[in-house]
């Protein structure tokens, strides 16, 4: 068994910021690229896992994570280049409309 | 045929034959009505020219298959009397087997010929009656439903199928009461009958329910064999059930207050249905069930209290009412009386009560249809204050009518003296109390008949202008002359005792009782205070012009029976109003209290879930926030549960 | 037992022709025509599954496959005594609602726009297939799932035609009918709990009637499906959705909803609440008999009250429904025969008041009782059948609902005689709603009809007739010979209340006294 406490380690701190840049920032691009980030610690921590389990389940895992990351993007971005199109403005601020 | 009784009266016990021969036509008596009144209601206006003759034809058939049938029975043994015909079973569930069966006695042989007899007497004067009412068909067709019903009230070997009778001719009573349903005066008349009768119902229907839980059977039969096994409780239980259930049917005391409304209905009605033969159920139930009652003496009791009252309560409303047709409803109501005394008296008074009810059905029925006749040639007025000197101008339906009032009053000789004298000289015998207010109810009706017979017929000409009064034709003056020989000669029926021995099977033999005094004294006993009543009505009306308004300054006495001795105001303030009320609160309160119950917490889910939405606030990094907070709050919850 | 799968054609019949309806491009009348034929087509199905039911009882014709067999969940469907006698009603009623309602698309009081008349049909058949399918599922999923389905059509069809309001009675309608079922899934979920428990887990009721559950876990099932059944029969207090529902929506919807749907309530009670939880249900009785009285009582107090002919006949039904459930814990044989005669009786009497109602809504415009009145006057034939069906309201001997009237009562009274004597109160004050409503209606002056309305002053038109006859029939004729129904019935109660343990009282007085009688004849010779 290998030690994997510092993958583990690093993978909680790139969620943290990750999460963080998701909190405080207003312009959308840097909201899904910390969603990114957040995603990209999931992926490390389970392949961290599954190094320590000795099998490939977390690591299958990571590509279903990546596979649907990619999905994501796509539509992502075409819904924040949408809006930016129509508002002009990328701030997740400005886009309100949709309360109660 | 008989099983003792603990006090050593022997209680007859239905013990019937099957039918063979003639008697396997027994269902026909019933069939051709039924299916004349099918006709009629189906074939629509097709049967319009000719209902009214087929109506009759089938009443009169019925008749004839009765003659025939009595005829048969009384060639056959004593102990053969009893015939029972089994048309099929009606129910079949768990231990409860109830059959439509046709029971042919010596009692119910005798309302097959009152009903059938005298309903065809009166099809054949409703013919020229309602000539002239575009829905004649219609008339005869419920009256087919009527005699078939009633028919099927008094065959019924089992107290299912009476009642199965009993309700059809309530119905029968309801549509005709509310014929001329146009008035909204009759179509509350037949509501009113239908619910007051209903009550009675539930007499009847727990009565029903007692008898099979106690016998595993409603048939006459079983109970009549294993009534004795029964407990004193139960019995009387039972006799106080059939008593509700008499008192409606009867318009007994304190059910009594939809007879004078019934009135509304038009007058061959009140003759057939609420005088000769409807009316009188409730003492047939209480004959019937005699098997019940003799082991029941508290309940015996109960039927005498109430007969009494409402032979006195009958008796003062009939002095007091103007609409002759009310006169006579007021009367019908204290005979009943008498025979629900007779019937209450047990073995000594059943032969009687039943001699009573089929002379009562003769001379009720002929001065009913001498009513109608009256109010047939004056323009449909019933007010007798309006009457006056008729017998000059209507001589037919005068002498017929005066055949039935010296019958009524009991003048010597007539059909009522003899049965009504033998229910007073019974009652004085066996309970003094009630004998003296039968006694006192037959000098009150001596009074109510005459004044009735003075209104009318005697004194001056008190018509409105431009009535002309006529005799009726003879389609319906025929009915009622045979029906006034009948109420002459009804007495016949207790020559050589000859009813009494008759009913012996069914009823039982009463023992020997010597009167305290000899007969012809409480005889003429009756007759003086008759006579008294008679005077008292010839003073204060035959000698006094009547005036042609009510007075109203009458003595607080008059005013009581005017009002019907407040039934009415009784039943609105116990029972009507009270139930007014809750039912307007329970409507309103279904929709506001019931109802508000679940609107209301629907309501508050609504208002809770207006605040909450607040929280939607669309700024999607608080959405994130909340998210991020309950992760933190589920992992910090699964970090404390598993350390 | 023969090949062929009766059951579930009979099911599948009127689904298939709920599908194929809408398709149909056709004209109003074309579709009108088609759904009668598949009702008429399924009505004569149903009556070969009579024909070929054995009437010693027991579960007949059954089909069973396995369906979710993880959770021991099968289509199986089956016929008894019970389930026989409902699908035949379902059956006749349809084809009766559908010719009745044949013009009800032109508009019903307001005459506003409706639903289509496809639409109509289609719910219609749907609702048929599965309240069909409610009644032959012998698996308690599968039950639980068509019980619940029964909804979607239900809801459409009040929403979607009737008067205004309509819409908020189908959600009102609905609300109460989903927390019913909320419930329902609880106990659905309790039941395989307690069937995996002890083996292999199913939900076939033969399988779930041989359960051995435990007091306190049979009083829990057995409280989650009355109450859905409560719900659903209905009983008070949850009876409000009832009064709402067939006052807005159209006769042959309120036929629909409380001669057929409702009957799921009471169907629901004796299968499932006696069949498998016989020892709570004994430990429920007089709970549900005080219940059952004050539906009795309250809803005929209530319906006395109403001036809407509607509202007042919908609260009607609360009454009758008081009575079968009476007669269902009164667990005697008369009692059981009785509640399931009550369920045909009140099918066939409280359908024929509702259609005939609507018949004279329909000529009045107004369902108002005050704006009506001597209607007989103008409309004979119409006002006689509106009595006749008021009689049979009200249990007149002669006609079928007095058989079960008087059965239940008698249980009642074999039960408690006070409960039998607070029961029969009810049909005084029945006799008091239905004929105060026909003298209000019927008698008196006639009024005018509210001006527009189309079809006034006409009396029934051959089409209405037709669509009515049956049900009059059936009241008279089995008011006069009632043992058909009773030999379909009877086996089934006496199997159910062995299930349950009970047996009925013997009489107090039980010697068929032929030898003492013949003793006292001898006696009387010798005196």
Known sequence: MDDVTPYIVLSTILFTIGSVGVLTRRNAIVVFMCVELMLNACNLALVAFAKQHGNLDGQVAAFFVMVVAAAEVVVGLAIIMTIFRTRRSASVDDASLLKY | MFSLSEGGASIPVVDPVGADGVF????LVIALPLAGAAILLLGGRRTDAWGHWLGTLTAV???????????????????????????????????????????????????????????????????????????????????????????????????????????????????????????????????????????????????????????????????????????????????????????????????????????EGPTPVSALIHAATMVTAGVYLVVRSNFVFELAPHAQTAVIVVATVTLLWGAVIGCAKDDIKKALAGSTMSQIGYMMLAAGLGVYGYAFAIFHLITHGFFKANMFLGAGSVMHGMDDDVDMRRYGALRSAMPVTFLTFAMGYLAIIGFPGFSGFWSKDKIIETALIESPVAGVGALIGAGVTGFYMTRLMLMTFFGEKRWKDGVHPHESPSVMTGPLVVLAALSVLGGLLYLGHWIVDWLSPVVGTAPEHEPPVPAIVITLLVLSVVAVG??????????????????????????????????????????????????????????????????????????????????????????????VGGVVLVVGALLVVNL | ?????????????????????????????????????????????????????????????????????????????????????????????????????????????????????????????????????????????????????????????????????????????????????????????????????????????????????????????????????????????????????????????????????????????????LGLFPEASQWATPLVVVLALVSIVYGALVAIGQDDLMRLIGLTSLSHFGFITLGIFALSSQGGTGAILYMVNHGLGTAALFLVAGYVVHRRGTASIREMGGVEKVTPVLAGLFLVAGLAALGLPGLSTF???????????????????????????????????????MTGPTLEPVPGTVRRERDLSTRELVAVAPLFVGLVLFGFYPMPLMEAADPYVGDLLSQVGVTDDPPEVSAPAGAEAHSDTAEEGEN
């Open chain 3, 1 to 273: 037992m023969s090949d062929v799968p009766w059951l579930s054609l009979l099911v599948l019949l009127p689904l298939v022709g709920a599908v194929a309806v809408p398709f149909l491009r056709g004209s109003a009348a074309l579709t009108k025509q088609v759904g009668l034929g598949v009702s008429l087509a399924t009505l004569a199905l149903a009556v070969a599954v009579a024909l070929q039911y054995d009437v010693d009882g027991g579960m007949q014709l059954t089909e069973t496959h396995d369906w979710i067999s993880a959770f021991g969940v099968h289509y199986a469907l089956g016929v008894d005594g019970l389930g026989l006698l409902l699908v035949l009603l379902t059956a006749v009623l349809v084809p009766v609602v559908l010719l009745a309602s044949w013009r009800d698309d032109e508009g019903y009081l307001d005459g506003r726009a409706q639903g289509s008349a496809a639409a109509f049909v289609a719910w219609t058949l749907a609702l048929e297939a599965l309240s069909l399918a409610v009644f032959l599922a012998t698996d308690v999923f599968l039950f639980y799932v068509v019980f619940e389905a029964t909804l979607v059509p239900a809801y459409f069809l009040v929403g979607g035609f009737g008067r205004a309001g309509r819409s908020a009675a189908a959600v009102k309608f609905l609300m109460f009918q989903l927390a019913g079922g909320l419930v329902l899934l609880g106990g659905v979920i309790g039941l395989y709990v307690v069937s995996a428990q002890q083996g292999t887990p199913s939900y076939l009721l033969s399988d779930l009637a041989a359960l051995d559950i435990d007091t306190a876990a049979g009083r829990w099932l057995f409280a989650a499906f009355f109450i859905a059944f409560a719900i659903k029969a209905p009983l008070f207090p949850v009876h409000t959705w009832l009064a709402d529902t067939t006052e807005r929506a159209t006769p042959g919807t309120a036929v629909l909803l409380v001669c057929v749907l409702d009957k799921i309530g009471t169907f629901g009670m004796l299968r499932f609440c």
């Open chain 3, 403 to 441: 058989v079960s009237e008087m059965l239940v009562i008698i249980a009642a009274f074999q039960y408690a005689w006070y409960v039998g004597a607070v029961a029969v109160t009810g049909i005084v004050l029945a006799a008091i709603y239905a004929l105060w409503m026909y003298q209000r209606t």
């Open chain 2, 534 to 627: 008679v005077a008292t009505a010839w003073l204060l009306v035959g000698k006094r012009p009547v005036p042609t308004t009510a007075p109203q300054d009458v003595s607080f006495a008059t005013r009581a029976a005017r009002a019907d001795l407040y039934g009415d105001a009784i039943n609105e303030t116990l029972v009507v109003n009270p139930g007014r009320h809750a039912t307007a609160g329970l409507t309103r309160g279904d929709r506001t209290l019931v109802d508000g119950l679940f609107t209301g917490s629907a309501g508050v889910t609504a208002a809770l879930g207006g605040q909450l939405r607040k929280l939607q606030n669309g700024f999607v990094r608080s959405y994130a926030l909340s998210v």
């Open chain 2, 61 to 263: 058939g019925s008749f004839v298959l009765s003659l025939v049938l009595f005829v048969s029975l009384t060639g056959r043994e004593e102990g053969e009397r009893q015939v029972v015909q089994h048309l099929y079973d009606w129910m079949r569930v768990g231990d409860l087997t109830v059959s439509i069966d046709l029971l042919l006695d010596p009692l119910s042989v005798l309302f097959l010929l009152l009903i059938t007899g005298v309903g065809s007497l009166i099809h054949v004067y409703s013919i020229g009656y309602m000539e002239h009412d575009p829905r004649r068909r219609r008339f005869f067709a419920y009256l087919n439903l009527f005699v078939a019903a009633m028919l099927m009230l008094v065959l019924s070997e089992n107290y299912l199928g009476l009642f199965l009778g009993w309700e059809g001719v309530g119905l029968a009573s309801y549509l005709l009461i509310g014929f001329w349903q146009h008035k909204p005066s009759a179509a509350a008349a037949a509501k009113k009958a239908f619910v007051v009768n209903r009550v009675g119902d539930i007499g009847l229907s727990l009565g029903i329910a007692l008898f099979f839980v106690t016998f595993g059977s409603t048939s006459f039969t079983v109970i009549s064999a294993n009534a004795s096994g029964a407990s004193d409780g139960v019995l009387t239980a039972l006799g106080l059930l059939l008593l509700l259930a008499a008192c409606g049917k009867s318009a007994q005391v304190p059910l009594q207050s939809w007879l004078l409304d019934a009135m």
């Open chain 2, 24 to 27: 396997s036509l027994l269902w």
